[in-house]
């Protein structure tokens, strides 16, 4: 699925499931309590935090997919192209960062 694809199906489902967008400051505390969600698990599943038994059966992948949502809803309420804005970032990381990680030892 192509990223406007994505943002065309996001929209699709507020207007005909979710009524309305939330606005963008309500949005925007979603998503940050969604991505709290996403590291709550890898806190605890990956790293030195003991994963409690309530967390155990959290999915992950749904986790992930509700901040994509959350930021797609964002990126639609505030005209933003995601998938074109990956793409200028992607350039923009590419002419940045191509010799500063080639020569940084520490991924050597």
């Not at 996001?10 to 009524?19: A, T």
């Not at 969604?34 to 990956?46: D, H, K, L, P, T």
Request: glycine share 4%.
């Amino acid at each position: 699925m192509e990223i406007s694809e994505a943002q065309k199906i996001v929209d699709q489902w507020i207007r005909e499931v979710g009524v309305r967008y939330f606005n963008e400051l309500t949005n925007t505390a979603i998503l940050m309590e969604e991505v709290g969600e996403v590291a709550r698990i890898i806190a605890r599943r990956y790293g030195e935090q003991s994963e409690k038994e309530s967390d155990k059966n959290k999915d992950l992948g749904d986790e992930m997919a509700d901040v994509m949502f959350v930021l797609i809803c964002l990126a639609n309420q505030t005209g933003i192209d995601l998938q074109d804005a990956l793409l200028k970032n992607l350039e923009k990381k590419t002419k940045r960062d191509k010799e500063r990680h080639a020569n940084n030892p520490k991924l050597k």
